[in-house]
């Protein structure tokens, strides 16, 4: 891969490495972040359990290391009530909430890709992206139904700038007013974006436009499940139990914690999905998903509706 730092098969074999080669690899590369940037780093804390795993790998090595959380509002309160058991935590809060962001910009539907693609086709319907929505550029979305050119009438608005409003803006504006550089708990597992970005730049971004620094990019879920149990670490209560079945690690309870009301990616998720489980947690923030938009909720069952999703 011309341009790239490492390669599919790099990632396969480090994937492949024992779990105490993969602490001692992380460990080093936080060591490396931090004494390259002279200890002016942070770690990013969401609250989840990637996070949670980082944010003890770091502090075994920086017991004072500080962690940065995004107070969006789109947490469960188990999270939020997690995050305030952490010392030297900075809490950083968006400009605007998500009802305010998605009535100027719109609602994140199935993928970051997808949902900005079709905010590009409505502003120009001549584009690139529109062309390849609609199929008139041959490319995976023409055979894609409502993924494609059918979203891009859906009767309300889509976006893909919820996570660049809520979440980016506020970490750069922090960043450039204290000088620190993040470490994140994203894992190429979860994306094809963020494995084309790991074998680009690797674990630390040190000559990126923008420095960041992923020491956990070959960790997969089960790595992260593992650590929690072994080492007996606290993490949210949302999550219920770490048990094994089949010989895999789960929990009892949700399986992501991301934001709440993101439609992305729900499409793919076998029943009971996020929202049908929400239901039945949270009651009250299910409704409020759901209540209509003039009576001050988000409306989320028009955009589920519309793509095909119970709720």
């Known amino acids: 891969m011309e341009g790239n730092k490492y390669t599919s098969e790099d990632l396969k074999i480090m994937k492949s490495w024992s779990f105490e080669r993969k602490i001692q690899v992380t460990q080093t590369r936080v060591i490396e972040w931090y004494q390259h940037f002279d200890s002016k780093v942070y770690v990013s804390f969401s609250g989840?359990?990637?996070?949670?795993?980082?944010?003890?790998?770091?502090?075994?090595?920086?017991?004072?290391?500080?962690?940065?959380?995004?107070?969006?509002?789109?947490?469960?309160?188990?999270?939020?009530?997690?995050?305030?058991?952490?010392?030297?935590?900075?809490?950083?809060?968006?400009?605007?909430?998500?009802?305010?962001?998605?009535?100027?910009y719109g609602y994140p539907v199935v993928s970051k890709r997808v949902a900005g693609?079709?905010?590009?086709?409505?502003?120009?319907?001549?584009?690139?992206?529109?062309?390849?929505?609609?199929?008139?550029?041959?490319?995976?979305?023409?055979?894609?139904?409502?993924?494609?050119?059918?979203?891009?009438?859906?009767?309300?608005?889509?976006?893909?700038?919820?996570c660049h409003k809520m979440k980016v803006e506020p970490a750069k504006k922090y960043q450039k007013q204290t000088g620190?550089?993040?470490?994140?708990?994203?894992?190429?597992?979860?994306?094809?974006?963020?494995?084309?970005?790991?074998?680009?730049?690797?674990?630390?971004?040190?000559?990126?436009?923008?420095?960041?620094?992923?020491?956990?990019?070959?960790?997969?879920?089960?790595?992260?499940?593992?650590?929690?149990?072994?080492?007996?670490?606290?993490?949210?209560?949302?999550?219920?139990?770490?048990?094994?079945?089949?010989g895999k690690l789960k929990t009892t309870g949700c399986k992501r914690t991301g934001c709440i009301f993101c439609c992305f990616g729900v499409q793919n998720e076998k029943k009971p999905n996020r929202f049908q489980i929400l239901k039945e947690s949270h009651p009250q923030i299910y409704d409020y998903c759901m209540r209509k938009w003039d009576d001050g909720g988000?409306?989320?069952?028009?955009?589920?509706?519309?793509?095909?999703?119970?709720?």
């Open 48 to 104: 989840g359990k990637d996070s949670t795993v980082l944010l003890d790998l770091a502090r075994r090595i920086y017991p004072n290391i500080e962690a940065v959380f995004m107070d969006t509002g789109l947490e469960y309160p188990e999270i939020r009530n997690f995050v305030k058991t952490k010392d030297n935590v900075t809490w950083l809060k968006p400009e605007l909430n998500f009802r305010q962001v998605i009535d100027k």
């Open 117 to 162: 693609y079709v905010a590009t086709a409505r502003r120009n319907p001549n584009s690139v992206r529109a062309k390849t929505l609609t199929g008139e550029i041959p490319s995976l979305f023409a055979s894609n139904g409502k993924w494609g050119g059918g979203l891009i009438y859906a009767p309300f608005k889509i976006s893909d700038a919820c």
């Open 298 to 311: 988000l409306e989320l069952n028009k955009v589920l509706d519309y793509i095909d999703v119970k709720y």
């Open 180 to 246: 620190k550089y993040p470490i994140l708990a994203t894992m190429t597992d979860e994306s094809l974006n963020r494995k084309k970005k790991w074998l680009k730049e690797g674990c630390n971004a040190f000559d990126s436009k923008e420095c960041t620094s992923q020491p956990m990019s070959f960790w997969t879920e089960q790595d992260v499940l593992r650590y929690l149990k072994e080492f007996n670490i606290e993490y949210a209560s949302v999550y219920g139990d770490i048990v094994e079945e089949n």
